[in-house]
């Protein structure tokens, strides 16, 4: 129960990493407050979790949009009173080579996976700064730490979370706010099995351990750069690869 009388807001919590961390939080006694754009997976995701003993709340918001981003936050102090634990999850994928890649796809995946992460935070800094304390844990990927061919904006904006990390945990620093990342590599999610198995072949190839990552292998990640446990570690970049980026 680590995270008893603790707040934690998790992003594209419907399915996948996002569910795995909000059940993980929400064992360990947290107040999960659970965002997806996916309102029926966001519904049964957190009737999943219903007798969670912090309680679970579910918001359906788009994390790109700033207003929508600033309610969600008021929204939540009127239901709980603080913000303790933030991890942007949320993440899509336009894969595609670059000299074929659409602007629009480029665009689509810089701004829910960037943009979506600055606005999450900076209203979450808000709150934090004023309680002088604070989580915030970013996903960021192996394949903004090594690159991906077929991944230019999912790369890019992936790189962009680890360069981003950096520079909130150094400006939030002085009240007690850290801020980290986890870089996932090839995990066994609905996004990877459906990739032909060629492509997992050939990440299979990659990973020493020879084996996908699960979803709890990154909500054990996750959870501990969010404990108490992890009070002296911030501006860093956890991969949970396997090995591959090494």
């Excluded at 600055?118 to 915030?136: H, N, P, V």
């Amino acid at each position: 129960m680590q995270f008893q009388g603790k707040t934690a807001i998790v992003t594209g919590a419907a399915r996948g990493i996002g569910l795995a961390i909000a059940r993980r939080l929400a064992e360990g006694g947290a107040t999960v407050v659970m965002v997806d754009l996916l309102e029926q997976a966001l519904q049964e995701a957190a009737a999943s979790l219903a007798q969670a003993p912090g309680g679970v709340h579910s918001f359906v918001v788009n994390v790109t949009d700033e207003k929508a981003v600033e309610k969600l936050f008021e929204d939540v102090l009127a239901k709980t009173g603080r913000v303790d634990i933030l991890v942007n999850n949320a993440g899509i994928t336009r894969d595609g080579l670059l000299v074929a890649m659409s602007t629009e796809d480029w665009d689509a995946v810089l701004n829910v996976n960037l943009k979506g992460t600055f606005l999450m935070t900076k209203y979450a800094c808000r709150i934090m700064m004023r309680q002088r304390s604070g989580r915030i844990v970013n996903i960021a990927s192996v394949s903004g730490l090594m690159g991906n061919p077929g991944q230019a904006n999912y790369s890019a904006s992936k790189a962009g979370v680890v360069g981003f990390t950096k520079t909130v945990a150094r400006e939030m620093a002085g009240r007690n706010i850290c801020c980290n990342a986890v870089a996932p590599g090839f995990i066994d999610t609905e996004m990877t099995r459906v990739l032909p198995d060629k492509a997992k072949e050939r990440a299979l190839s990659l990973i020493p351990l020879g084996r996908m990552g699960t979803v709890d292998d990154v909500a054990a990640a996750v959870c501990f750069l969010a404990s108490d446990q992890a009070g002296y570690i911030t501006g860093q970049v956890l991969a949970v690869d396997g090995g591959m980026a090494m």
